[in-house]
């Protein structure tokens, strides 16, 4: 590591490799915004805020990447958190809301697999995603995810099978 490349308030990070994951980073952050560019982009940069700020603090205990997505995560909770917070407000003060949530854009690719794992559980759906998408472990997807091992690889387990499950009997269908 060049001492000139690290990051002055987390002296573990480098920008050359922070920049080497921004992509896959990106990627995750807009799975977790429904894919919307504007929004996944602001996680980006609060996550990055974060990082150069030294809030989130990287410790060595993990890869580079897992800790990133955990902090892109973690914001998206926060975010999402907020948003469900107006949502009961404006339920209670209205007959009915408009809701700031879009339907989730599907990539045109595979749509078919993209709409099966949408409709997993949250954590299988994230799982998958991290294992499958984001070419994670378990163990650093349970990390992201803030779950033990034991209980990512029982999603994991879950989440395939609901998917075989799924995906066979839409092709049964189809015939």
Known sequence: MRDRDALENNPHITRSALQAIHGQVFGWALS????????????MQQAYVELLSGSARFDNKSSLKTFV????????????????????????????????????????????????VHRLPARQRDIIELVFCRDMTIEEASAVMSVSVG?????????KKALRNKLRNDLVTDL
């Open 32 to 43: 977790r915004c429904d894919f919307d560019h504007a929004t996944a982009e602001d996680l």
């Open 69 to 116: 997505f955990a902090v892109v995560q973690n914001l998206a909770r926060g975010r999402f958190r907020r948003l469900a917070s107006r949502l009961r407000l404006v339920r209670s003060y209205q007959q009915e809301p408009t809701s700031e949530l879009a339907d989730i854009e599907l990539p045109d690719e595979q749509s078919g697999v993209w709409l099966a």
């Open 151 to 159: 209980t990512g690889r029982v999603h994991y387990d879950r989440a």
